[in-house]
């Protein structure tokens, strides 16, 4: 966890586009692999938009289990080749990222379902994160946490991660979580300005976010909860305000992707309004190289 200056405020970023696939999705795939492995899985099957299939096809490779990761077909090269790289078969699916869903779906009577978004066990990998934070912290919480979100396994797990360090007697408080959704497709956004439940139908477009540009999340219902149960807000960002930011983090030393740079331009917007004294936590979630081909 570093320290940077933002909107001439210190935050603190965890550097998760350093672990071994370039994204914090290892945290969640290292556990249901592990899972898996444990229980005799030969072979799985996955949909993601990139990582997610990035980080399973890594693991299961390393597991010894044979793997097939669904994709929407305009995928960022990088993350394909990666992904292929470990060996994992690829299916390019037309459409969205919920056609890509779909699809997979005729596939998990055969195999077995490696999702990122439906099996919990990912979640408790990724609440990781927030035991480490808290740790490099003194085992203190921190006063807010910027996180993206898209289908949620890492606000999800976040939350949990919190919640139990909460409940243990570990820290005293919970941070508040604050979701970057990119404003181009951004259903949960709308749904929380709305003071809606459940997510809410939105004409998406295109982003250069695509790790997040997820239109209907399975766990959208529980994702709104976390973020009002912990007192945060969402945050929209701009497809200009993610590329001005992707471009200004290499001047600083860090090359990420531009889901990640949505992070930190939905960051920037929290911090300009957030109050003195406050420890602010965000997390560079994926590295530049994976989209660095296009």
């Known amino acids: 966890m570093i320290e940077e200056e933002v909107c001439g405020k210190k935050v603190l970023i965890k550097m998760d586009q350093l672990l071994p696939t370039g994204s914090y999705k290892d945290r ?16 799985l099957v996955e949909d993601s938009s990139g990582n997610a299939g990035c980080s ?4 299961s490779a390393r597991a010894g289990i044979s793997c097939e990761i669904f994709v929407p077909e305009h995928t960022s090269v990088g993350k394909l080749r990666q992904i292929e790289s470990y060996g994992s078969k690829i299916r390019l699916v037309k459409g969205s990222r919920e ?3 779909r699809k997979v779906l005729e596939q998990i009577w055969e195999n077995f379902y490696a999702s990122h978004v439906y099996n919990p066990l990912f979640l408790h990998g990724t609440k990781t994160l927030a035991f480490e934070v808290c740790e490099q912290l003194g085992w203190k919480s921190p006063g807010a946490i910027v996180v993206p979100v898209g289908n949620g396994t890492l606000l999800l797990g ?5 919640g139990e360090l909460h409940s243990g007697g570990i820290i005293d408080h919970l941070p508040k979580i604050i979701a970057v959704q990119a404003e181009n497709c951004a259903p949960l956004l709308r749904a929380f300005e709305l003071n809606r439940k459940d997510p809410e139908g939105v004409d998406a477009q295109s982003t250069v976010a695509e790790g997040i540009a997820i239109e209907r ?3 959208g219902t529980q994702i709104l909860k976390a973020v009002r149960d912990s007192g945060g807000i969402f945050v929209g960002v701009s497809e200009q305000e993610i590329i001005d930011t992707w471009k200004e983090l290499p001047k600083r030393g860090h090359f990420v992707e531009q889901t990640a740079a949505a992070t930190i331009a939905g960051l920037k917007k929290y911090i300009s309004k957030s109050g003195p004294g406050e420890t602010v936590v965000s997390v560079f979630t994926g590295h530049g190289l994976k989209t660095a081909c296009e």
């Open 99 to 101: 056609d890509v869903s």
């Open 56 to 59: 399973i096809a890594a693991y």
């Open 158 to 162: 976040v939350s949990i991660g919190f």
């Open 28 to 43: 969640g795939a290292s556990l249901l692999i592990s899972y898996a492995r444990e229980h005799k899985v030969s072979s």
């Open 217 to 219: 999340p399975i766990r």
